[in-house]
């Protein structure tokens, strides 16, 4: 696969040669929020250190559109149809290793929400998630399922500005989308990593009104009078390896 041959730009090398499937990310709204790392400490798992940049954690939303999940051997056949997702995320490190974690990820689809919780151990919640597009406008709504007393729901729109750019090394823009594993837990506390492989992210700048968002509001952050930084990419293909438990000798306690 070409995919595997273009590796320069990761921090590591690739895993190994036994990825398990092949996803096609597009239409990827990022927002993220600068955020001090004590407010997020308690729902990080204390065997992770918090990734800050310019002393600063970040907290992400991400929302895209899963247009194909492709296990290995059926590369030209998509398991499940697309559909949009939202992710919250922050950025993490174990053992000098950069990651993601993810707070919570809003998603539609039923197979996706019920296999993938389990299997990658990730917080996966059923929600009605729209997204669509009017000539450059991108228009965006979700409402978790079971909560009608306080939804949580996050809505608005974002246009993408003309100039597409690859994110320098050391910039901001490249740290907070050039991740190439992701971390989460089981309900003992044990550590998972599972590794993810694609091309560098072809990125713009974004101009986006958030209407509502309480995405957050289970983690008792507020983040709704600082302003976010936008980006927009048009997608990637990645390539995804089982999850693997980390040892606990591997990680420092924080």
């Known amino acids: 696969m070409k995919l595997m041959k273009d590796f320069g730009h990761r921090p590591w090398q690739l895993p190994s040669k036994h990825w398990i499937m092949r996803q096609t990310w597009s239409n990827l709204f990022f927002t993220h929020w600068p955020i001090a790392p004590e407010i997020l400490r308690p729902y990080i798992p204390q065997s992770l250190q918090i990734d800050t940049f310019n002393r600063y954690a970040w907290v992400g939303i991400i929302l895209f559109v899963m247009e194909g999940i492709y296990p290995r051997g059926l590369n030209y056949k998509s398991i499940l149809p697309s559909f949009p997702e939202i992710n919250v995320r922050t950025y ?11 707070l919570s990820i809003d998603v539609g689809d039923w197979a996706s929400y019920t296999i993938a919780k389990r299997w990658f151990r990730l917080p996966y919640f059923s929600s009605h998630v729209s997204f669509q597009k009017e000539d450059q406008t991108f ?4 409402k978790r399922k079971g909560n009608s007393n306080s939804p949580i729901t ?9 100039k597409i750019f690859y994110p320098k090394k050391g910039t901001l823009d490249h740290w907070l989308t050039e991740r190439y594993c992701l971390y989460s837990k089981d309900q003992r506390g044990n550590l998972y990593c599972g590794e993810i492989h ?3 992210w072809p990125l713009q700048y974004a101009e986006s009104e958030i209407h509502m968002n309480t995405l957050l509001s289970p983690f008792n952050i507020d983040l709704n009078e600082v302003k976010p930084i936008s980006h927009y990419s048009k997608g990637v293909d990645s390539l995804i390896w089982n999850i693997k438990k980390v040892p606990s000798n591997t990680f420092v306690i924080t």
């Open 154 to 162: 996050f809505n608005g729109k974002y246009i993408p500005l003309p």
């Open 198 to 200: 694609h091309r560098p």
């Open 92 to 102: 993490v490190q174990c053992d000098d290793k950069p990651g993601i974690y993810f």
């Open 139 to 142: 228009q965006f709504g979700s």
